[in-house]
Nanobody, 115 residues
């Protein structure tokens, strides 16, 4: 069983930065397809960024150039560095791991960007 725990959320002014972390417990992190998602109440969850086991990354267009996804396999941790935050980035951010076809999710961490 894999558990994911996010941290690093908070309140930041527009233009500021935050770094989210997602720490995994359980086997298989280094081979996992990892993603960050976000959700605003009343709206569908959206994929923000993903990184595969070869460190190839993908981003949604609205965060490209501002957000950076990375992974630290020895420490079983996924990161999302967010810069130049905008009010529209306000959401609950969650990480997910796909390990050998099984999907795991964290509880999420709130990011609030004040204008």
């Amino acid at each position: 069983q894999v558990q994911l725990v996010e941290s690093g959320g908070g309140v930041v002014q527009a233009g500021g930065s935050l770094r989210l972390s997602c720490t995994a417990s359980g086997p298989g992190f280094s081979g996992a397809f990892m993603s960050w998602h976000r959700q605003v109440p009343g709206k569908q969850r959206e994929l923000v960024a993903s990184i595969n086991r070869f460190f190839n990354t993908n981003y949604r267009e609205s965060v490209r150039g501002r957000f950076t996804i990375s992974r630290d396999n020895p420490n079983d941790t996924l990161y999302l560095q967010m810069k130049n935050l905008k009010s529209e980035d306000t959401a609950v951010y969650s990480c997910s791991a796909n390990i050998r076809g099984n999907e795991y999710w964290g509880q999420g961490t709130q990011v609030t960007v004040s204008s």
